[in-house]
């Protein structure tokens, strides 16, 4: 398919290498320049890269930058022709999608928001799992696209409904990578070894995929970014957003909002959110160590 990919971060450029991969026809746009994809032609603006695309694919940081990437100067709209989709990865608010789903669908273009999960290592290796809103015949219109970059698609509802999705998965991630590094932080203080902690965590019922994913980066000590707390930070603004709007009260995520607050002003935005560990660590005064080493 001809497909115009804009935004090449940590997830994107490994996106569009596998697209290019596949044997789709790709034309790649980053807003700062020398991102590239071999294979793949580079645009000069939005509009550029979607001129002639079947399908727009973004992979963006927040809502600003879609707006941007799509109605601003040079944008997407631009290009846009009857039948084309778009197709959005990024995690942004649902309710702008709807207002951006609104725009393009009036001028016959389809837009499914597809939002994933999986981090930097799925999307290398072409495994993400993504979660959709949007009608069956543009989702079946994509199926070619969604097998070069993923694994799985849940297909939850109309446009909206994979962001929606999507924060209620982040939401849980962060809960979850909060009580596990907590957890870590007392151990430390209360002379448990982290090594023999990890074991039992994974056998008992506290078990989980975000412990399988981050406790070999905390033993080593390296918090470069997978997933950088900013973009993290931004999710549980989203979802304390759309909480407040649908009047639903979420105190634990407010309170692991403040820790995130507190990381981003002493200068860990870009690092890897598991890097809110080493917040815990500092005000117990402990660092989490195997007890050998
Ligand atoms: P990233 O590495 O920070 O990349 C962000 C991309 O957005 C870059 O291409 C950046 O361009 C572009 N961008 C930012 N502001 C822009 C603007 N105003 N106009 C145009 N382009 C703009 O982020 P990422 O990790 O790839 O994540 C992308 C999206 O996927 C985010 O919404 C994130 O929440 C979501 N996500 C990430 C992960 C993960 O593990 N990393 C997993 C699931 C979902 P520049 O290169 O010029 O900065």
Redesign the pocket.
């Known amino acids: 398919m001809r497909v115009a990919f804009?935004?090449?971060?940590?997830?994107?450029?490994s996106m569009a290498v596998n697209l290019v991969k596949a044997g789709h026809e790709v034309a790649v746009w980053?807003?700062?320049a020398g991102?590239d994809v071999d294979g793949a032609r580079s645009a000069a603006f939005p509009a550029d890269a979607a001129q002639g695309a079947e399908v727009v694919w973004m992979?963006?940081?927040?809502t600003?930058?879609v707006e941007?990437?799509l109605l601003?100067p040079g944008g997407v709209e631009q290009a846009l022709t009857a039948g084309m989709t778009i197709a959005d990865?990024?995690?942004?608010s649902p309710s702008a999608t709807l207002r951006f789903a609104a725009r393009v669908k009036a001028r016959g273009v389809d837009y499914v928001d597809a939002?994933?999960?999986?981090?930097?290592i799925a999307?290398e290796a072409g495994s993400?799992i993504f979660m959709v809103g949007g009608d069956e015949a543009a989702l079946a219109r994509l199926q070619p696209l969604f097998q070069a970059m993923g694994k799985q698609v849940f297909h939850m509802g109309e446009t909206g409904k994979g962001q929606a999705t999507?924060l209620v998965m982040n939401l849980q991630i962060a809960l979850i990578y909060e009580g596990f590094a907590e957890a870590l932080t007392l151990a430390a203080k209360l002379g448990v070894d982290v090594e023999k902690l990890l074991p039992l965590v994974q056998a008992s019922m506290v078990r989980s995929g975000v412990v399988d994913y981050k406790a070999p980066f905390i033993l080593k000590r390296d918090f470069s970014?997978?997933?950088?707390l900013?973009?993290?930070l931004?999710?549980i603004r989203l979802a304390l957003d759309a909480a407040r709007e649908s009047r639903v009260r979420l105190p634990g995520l407010e309170a692991v909002e403040e820790v995130y607050d507190v990381a981003a002003e002493e200068g860990q935005q870009d690092l890897d959110y598991a890097a809110t560990l080493t917040l815990l660590e500092k005000w117990a005064g402990v660092e989490v160590k195997a007890v050998s080493k």
């Open positions: 804009l935004g090449l971060g940590i997830m994107g450029r980053n807003r700062s991102k992979c963006l940081s927040d600003k930058a941007a990437v601003g990865s990024s995690t942004i939002p994933m999960t999986g981090s930097k999307a993400l999507k970014p997978n997933f950088p900013r973009l993290m931004k999710d």
